[in-house]
């Protein structure tokens, strides 16, 4: 096979990854935060915006809605459609879902043989699930099914999917967009969380048990840690947990396994050494405030640095 060849599939492999964890980590955002508004009394100052704030699309949002909304409920439906359907937006569920068909459909020679048939069956699934108009009983009922599908696509290629170079590909874009996704929920949600209004403060554990819920690790921390959910202790669990599959240093040990079976790896694998190494020894239960703002900004910084790095290094034609 030519370089290129070897690039290409590589690129695609790495983008198939990276989709398929999107379009999963999306669906538990929407489902989650609809969850949590369920527990919030209505007068609280949160509600759906925060989740285009954490995927960094509010110009895409205001270009595409305007800058305000009539009420709270159309508020959720304008959000949800965002992220969830509108066509109009790149990230969005249905579009992640659509370019992880794309890139599966172009590796067919690469993947097991049913890969496509299982992403393009809940491509379609998603496409009629989340159509408008949706109520809300369709969607929470549709995002259920959508992340128990994904789950087991992800379970499907890793006991069927040859664990060679492509493989390696595949998982760099699975665990680069899961700790992207990870920073970004423990960034917005500790900021509200972190605010000093009274009224607010009685529900600071419902907050942080929604932020573990969006990681999947409410169950691994009742496991693990054994003590009422607070900031310090949830901050440390899913920052530094070493067996926490969302925690940013199990995704940032999984990312450097994968770079060390690559070749000519010397580049990305010392930024990804030197980003573990800070990790292990930041005191993250100290960080409040801006601190903790700062300290997640520059972990998203590394993050789409070693992303350029990985692409410039082993898809250089892209």
């Excluded at 990230?91 to 299982?118: D, K």
């Excluded at 500790?190 to 209004?197: A, E, F, K, T, Y």
């Excluded at 529900?203 to 690790?217: C, E, G, M, P, T």
Aim: aromatic share 8%; with cysteine; hydrophobic share 40%.
């Amino acid at each position: 096979m030519t370089t290129h060849t070897l690039s290409s599939t590589a690129f695609r492999t790495y983008w198939l990854g990276r989709y398929l964890e999107r379009a999963g980590s999306t669906a538990r955002l929407v489902q989650v935060n609809a969850n949590l508004m369920m527990d919030l009394p209505m007068r609280l100052p949160l509600g759906w915006m925060p989740l285009v704030d954490i995927l960094a699309q509010e110009d895409a949002f205001t270009d595409l809605y305007g800058d305000t909304v009539a009420s709270p409920d159309s508020n959720e439906k304008l959000v949800a459609r965002f992220l969830l359907s509108d066509a109009r937006n790149p990230g969005s569920l249905l579009n992640a879902l659509g370019f992880a068909r794309e890139n599966a459909r172009t590796l067919r020679g690469t993947l097991p043989r049913a890969a496509f048939e299982h992403i393009n069956e809940i491509h379609l699934y998603a496409r009629e699930v989340l159509q408008e108009p949706l109520s809300r009983t369709r969607r929470n009922r549709g995002l259920k099914d959508i992340i128990a599908h994904l789950d087991q696509i992800n379970g499907f290629l890793s006991s069927t999917m040859l664990h060679n170079a492509s493989w390696q590909f595949f998982r760099l874009g699975n665990f680069i967009e899961r700790a992207d996704m990870t920073t970004r929920i423990i960034d917005l949600r500790s900021i509200d969380l972190l605010g000093h209004d009274t009224e607010l403060a009685p529900f600071a554990d419902i907050q942080w048990r929604s932020v573990l819920n969006s990681l999947d690790a409410m169950q691994g921390y009742t496991a693990t840690v054994q003590n009422p959910i607070n900031q310090e202790d949830v901050l440390e669990f899913l920052l530094q947990n070493p067996d926490l599959p969302r925690s940013l240093l199990r995704c940032l040990t999984t990312i450097r396994n994968c770079l060390r079976a690559l070749p000519n790896n010397d580049e990305p694998l010392e930024l990804i050494n030197n980003m573990r190494r800070q990790l292990q020894r930041a005191s993250v239960r100290r960080l409040e405030d801006a601190k903790l703002h700062r300290f997640v900004d520059v972990r998203q910084k590394q993050l789409f640095t070693l992303h350029q790095k990985i692409t410039n290094h082993y898809f250089p034609q892209r």
